[in-house]
């Protein structure tokens, strides 16, 4: 079997786990990841409204007013930056936030819980652009070394939100707050759940190949079985084709072989009653000359015949017996003849000891099997030999006979009342042609695309086993030939085989 | 040549005209031969082909026609059933070598035949053969022509009983169907049934199965031709074989021989014309001589026997109190011996 079930069924199974299962987790990730960002995004912002609170109008405020003046590296130096940075530590002891920068309207770093990046100018940065437009903006960042509040800090995930601050009087925008806090512990969580889910998922795909392996395999099991089963049958239906057409052949022949059989056996039995009876009349000859010979010239001998007179009176030789018993016995000769062609041209025709690829002449085999053919179909149908000269070809005469045979005997069968057969043979060129013509009825158009395929049969059941013509097929195809079909409904049908000169592939058994 | 010199030899009888055989066969070696063998006794005229035959036929008069039936043109049975329209009183005898089902098949039911005879004939067994077909087609020399199909009324008026023997209930069905109120319909589903109605007498048409339950019933066909030639007897059978319709006909003279299913139309053509014949048979009996059958051997009888004892053994078992199948069983050779004069 060319299409191995297991092996396919375990390649697609695969991938599509590989891209079930990843697609899985990436959406699972990203999901996460999301809920997370907005949770931590609003708990910033809870925050920031805390800082708010304890700092914005106390310090932050007037800190804005009072550096609006200030230039970018005095920013430091401002004398509230100290105290704003107590409070701050104070706050954030102890929480996830890691740092807070506020920023004026113009992109400067007013404060920051880191003191030396004070004054450092953001306000290129996408985060600060959107906040200070009105929108909160929340990302999250990767940092392989992260200054926090007291120490350095490695490899961290940080939520890092710039949350836009109003003056409390007017409602309008007057700096943006960023702060950042510390989701590493929440994303390792969400890979371990990743990891947990991806081992589950990977046991319930196992699980589910599993399943799918042993009925795939019983599956397979069972169509190899069938397939050996079919081939079986099939190879048992080719047995009974050659069988049913053996006994078809044996029927013909032996009618052939009982006609000389029966004359012959007719005239042996007449003529040995009939040679019985010139018995007594050659004893009486041959007593008579040996008196003859016994006898000098000129003499004279008296016969007494008293004894003899009664068994010699009663001869009566008809010589035109005697010229019938040796038309009899020739009769007998020709009967032989033919009984010894018969078997001479069935042993040409099975072949079955001789080598399998032999250089034939396939005018020789065609008139064997036309022969053999004529014993098993009807008298009303002609058998017309057109013979072209044609060069011995390689191939193997047992097979290519069983085609022509069955290819005769079908053109026969499709005759109704009187027909011919014609079988031409001709050279063209690079190969041999071999037309079976018949005057019977046709081969329906609806079945005519069917004939070649196996098991399809327009005979009664048990007449025709739907093989002769896929085998005639097989053979013809294995010599490196074609067979090829034309019709016409009530007019006849034609079958043509070319083989080639020089055989491109050596015929199987 | 050599009978006439025989017959100056002997002035003083008469000779009787020597009865008129034809042979017709393709291969010329066998017209030959046929013609050394009949010659001595016969006045032997050979034709290659049936149209030829039927030329001479429609010309002379002949007692017996043997025919091959594989030729070119025209089949055996194709011209025997050609001649038998031309001379219905000439004996058709088929010789072949070729056991065509289909062809045996016409022989009986469309060519009638006298005798089916096989390649290679038995030389000392097919003069025998000829001879007697000869001297039962010599004397009745009428012309004879198959009976008229009986009108309704006649039918009636026959009063036929017609013996159907099968174990299928379909065909009996059938056959009750076909032939309506016409005749009387008498149903047995075995053969010691049969024999029982046998004794009763007055059969007209046996329809037959050529196997019922165990028992061989073609023997019963054989056996009753040999005593009550006028019962008419009608084949529907689920198998056949060349070898098997040929010994019914040699042995049986069966009138028709239909493999099952039959079309019920069929089967009313064939019992009408059955009816028909049984009254021909029964009005002239001189026209049994033509059904002459061969003789039945010993054997096949002493078979038939012991396939009833058999089967009136089981029939026993089946129903021990079934007073039927208790005398069918006793006294068996008397039951048999009575109907078959054994």
């Known amino acids: 079997m060319h299409f191995r079930l297991v092996r396919y069924v375990t390649l697609t199974s695969l991938a599509f786990f590989l891209i079930a299962g990843g697609g899985l987790a990436y959406f699972y990730r990203s999901m996460s990841i999301d809920n997370m960002l907005r949770l931590q995004e609003s708990s910033n912002v809870n925050l920031t409204r805390v800082f708010a609170n304890n700092l914005w109008n106390a310090h932050f405020l007037p800190l804005l007013e009072e550096t609006t003046a200030t230039a970018a590296p005095d ?32 992109g400067r770093t007013i404060y920051s819980s880191e003191l030396k990046q004070i004054g450092e100018d953001k306000s290129a940065n996408a985060g600060f652009v959107g906040a200070s437009a009105g929108t909160i903006k929340t990302e999250l960042v990767h940092k392989e070394k992260f200054s926090a509040f007291e120490n350095v800090v490695e490899n961290r995930d940080l939520i890092q939100s710039y949350i836009p601050q109003n003056d409390p009087k007017s409602g309008k925008i007057v700096g943006v707050f960023e702060i950042y806090s510390d989701v590493t512990p929440f994303l390792a969580e969400i890979g371990d759940t990743e990891q947990r889910l991806g081992v589950i998922v990977a046991l319930a795909f196992g699980a589910l190949y599993l399943v799918l392996f042993v009925i795939v395999r019983n599956a397979e099991k069972i169509l190899k079985t069938q397939h050996r089963e079919r081939e079986l049958a099939q ?170 045979l069955n290819l005769i005997t079908n053109a026969a069968q499709s005759i109704p009342d009187a027909g011919t057969v014609t079988v031409r043979t001709k050279h063209e060129r690079d190969h041999i042609r071999i037309d079976v013509i018949d005057t019977g009825t046709g081969i329906p158009a609806d079945a005519l695309p069917h004939i070649f395929e196996s098991y399809f049969t327009t005979k009664p059941k048990g007449v025709g086993t739907g093989l002769g013509l896929p085998i005639a097929r097989d053979i013809v195809r294995s010599h490196g030939g074609e067979i090829r079909v034309e019709t016409a409904e009530g007019e006849g049908t034609t079958f043509t085989i070319t083989l080639p000169l020089v055989a491109r592939t050596a015929s199987a058994d | 040549m050599t009978s006439a010199t025989l017959s100056m030899s002997m002035p003083g009888s008469p000779t009787p005209p020597r009865s008129r055989v034809l042979c017709v066969d393709d291969e010329p070696n066998v017209l030959r031969a046929l013609n050394w063998l009949l010659q001595k006794d016969f006045d032997v005229t050979t034709a290659a082909s049936g149209h030829d035959g039927l030329k001479l036929v429609r010309e002379a008069s002949f007692d017996v026609i043997i025919s091959d039936q594989r030729m070119p043109e025209m089949s055996g049975v194709d011209f025997l059933r050609e001649a038998r329209a031309i001379s219905p009183r000439a004996m058709r005898i088929l010789l072949t070598g070729y056991s065509d089902m289909q062809a045996i098949l016409r022989s009986v039911n469309e060519s009638e035949i006298f005798r089916y005879v096989n390649k290679p004939w038995n030389v000392a067994d097919l003069p025998k053969v000829v001879a007697q077909a000869a001297e039962i087609a010599r004397s009745l020399p009428e012309i004879l022509s198959d009976p008229e199909p009986l009108e309704d009324a006649a039918l009636v008026a026959s009063a036929a009983r017609i013996l159907v023997i099968d174990d299928n209930p379909e065909v009996h069905a059938q056959a009750e169907l076909a032939i309506g109120d016409l005749a009387e319909v008498l149903h047995t589903s075995s053969v010691l049934d049969a024999l029982q109605q046998l004794q009763n007498g007055n059969i007209s048409v046996i329809v037959t199965e050529t196997r019922i339950g165990t028992v061989d019933s073609t023997r019963l066909i054989r056996l009753l031709k040999q005593r009550y030639p006028e019962i008419v007897t009608v084949v529907l ?76 053994k089981a029939v026993n078992l089946d129903a021990e109190n079934d007073s039927g199948g208790v005398k069918a069983a006793q006294g068996f050779g008397g039951f048999l011996r009575r109907l078959f004069g054994h």
Do not use: W
Not at chain 1, 80 to 85: G, L
Not at chain 1, 308 to 333: C, F, P, W, Y
């Open chain 2, 237 to 312: 059978a689920e198998e056949s074989g060349a070898d098997l319709v040929s010994s019914l006909i040699n042995q049986g003279q069966i009138y028709r021989f239909v493999p099952k299913p039959i079309k019920s139309g069929y089967l009313k053509i064939i019992l009408r014309s059955a009816i028909a014949k049984h009254e021909q048979l029964k009005q002239d009996p001189a026209l049994l001589r033509r059904h002459q059958v061969e003789a039945v051997s010993e054997a096949c009888t002493n078979a038939f026997e012991a396939d009833l004892r058999s089967a009136a």
């Open chain 1, 235 to 404: 190879q048992q239906l080719a047995q009974s084709e050659k069988m049913a057409s053996l006994g078809q052949l044996v029927a013909g022949v032996s009618h052939q072989l009982n006609t000389p059989i029966g004359f012959s056996l007719n005239n042996v039995t007449l003529a040995i009653d009939a040679t019985r009876s010139f018995l007594l009349p050659l004893r009486v000859a041959d007593r008579l000359a040996k008196l003859v010979r016994d006898t000098p010239p000129a003499e004279r001998v008296i016969l007494n015949m008293t004894e003899a007179r009664q068994h010699v009176s009663s001869i009566t030789v008809n010589e035109k017996d005697g010229e019938m018993i040796i038309e009899m016995l020739g009769d007998v000769l020709q009967g032989l003849e033919q009984m010894r062609e018969l078997v001479e041209n069935l042993l040409d025709f099975t072949r079955l000891d001789r080598a399998k690829v032999i250089d034939a002449d396939i005018n020789a085999a065609l008139h064997t099997v036309v022969y053999v053919a004529k014993s098993a179909i009807p008298t009303r149908v002609q058998i017309i030999e057109e013979f072209g000269v044609l060069p011995a070809i390689e191939c193997n005469p047992s097979q290519l006979n069983q085609v022509f």
């Open chain 1, 75 to 106: 920013l430091g130096k401002n004398s509230r930056i100290q105290e704003i940075h107590r409070n701050t530590l104070e706050l954030m002891r102890g929480s996830s936030t890691y740092k807070i920068k506020v920023y004026d309207l113009r």
